[in-house]
């Protein structure tokens, strides 16, 4: 079964950095794609970042210029660097590896990770 695990979460002031890491198990290959994801109290869980088998990135609008993912594809895992930190960006945060090479929409996956939480102070 498809497992994945978040970490490095924690509380911040407004403008420092956290970089959150993701492992993915389960797959009997190297994922293609990894994704992020968050869930702020009281709001509906949106996609945050998303980085592809070429290399390539795609970002919110809310996060561009200031969070940068990246993906070991040696390891199953990945990270997201997240820079400038708003009290906006607090939140749950989540990753997906695979689907997330075909889709963005929350509602697409089926399992979840435990995720890990942010918390920017300003």
């Known amino acids: 079964q498809v497992q994945y695990v978040e970490s490095g979460g924690g509380s911040v002031q407004a403008g420092g950095s956290l970089r959150l890491s993701c492992a993915a198990s389960g797959y009997t290959y190297n994922i293609r794609c990894m994704g992020w994801f968050r869930q702020a109290p009281g709001k509906k869980r949106e996609w945050v970042a998303s980085?592809?088998?070429?290399?390539?990135?795609n970002y919110a609008d809310s996060v561009k210029g200031r969070f940068t993912i990246s993906k070991d594809y040696r390891k199953n895992a990945g990270s997201l660097l997240m820079n400038s930190l708003k009290s906006e960006d607090t939140a749950m945060y989540y990753c997906?590896?695979?689907?997330?090479?075909?889709?963005?929409?929350?509602?697409?996956?089926?399992?979840w990770g435990q995720g890990t939480q942010v918390t920017v102070s300003s």
């Open positions: 980085v592809y088998t070429n290399g390539s990135t």
């Open positions: 997906q590896a695979e689907l997330v090479c075909l889709t963005v929409r929350p509602e697409d996956f089926i399992y």
